[in-house]
């Protein structure tokens, strides 16, 4: 049964940490998005999170942004992340447990078949 997410949450790029604050002024000056507050205990890692409407885009300090199994990532909402992860498992997919962000997110990573990888989450009710 096809997992049949609703909508994006964020999108995570990620840069090296020589070209955080070029980067931060690209994405809040040259593209306009609006800088929001990161949550508290995520602040230690450096970035910026930006708004562009209900779509959130997290930039991330990464060491070697082009490596294989880079952290940057697409962000999926399901209704429920129990089904999904069912869902996933009978297609034998991989799950990598990542259990909840400080902003309630619960999620879960997976894999697809070319190593690019995606967060399915559920927002908090």
């Not at 602040?43 to 952290?71: C, M, T, Y």
Request: charged content about 25%.
């Amino acid at each position: 049964m096809p997992l049949k997410p609703y909508a994006i949450d964020h999108l995570q790029v990620t840069v090296p940490p020589d070209m955080e604050t070029v980067s931060i002024a690209f994405y809040e000056g040259v593209l306009g998005l609006k800088r929001i507050e990161k949550p508290e205990p995520l602040r230690a890692r450096g970035g910026a999170w930006f708004q562009l409407g209900d779509l959130q885009v997290h930039l991330s300090i990464e060491p070697d942004p082009q490596a294989s199994r880079s952290k940057r990532h697409i962000c999926y909402l399901v209704q429920d992340l129990a089904a999904a992860r069912a869902s996933l498992k009978a297609e034998l997919v991989q799950i990598e447990d990542e259990g909840t962000e400080p902003n309630g997110l619960k999620r879960f990573f997976i894999r697809d078949p070319a190593g690019n990888k995606i967060e399915i989450a559920e927002r908090p009710a």
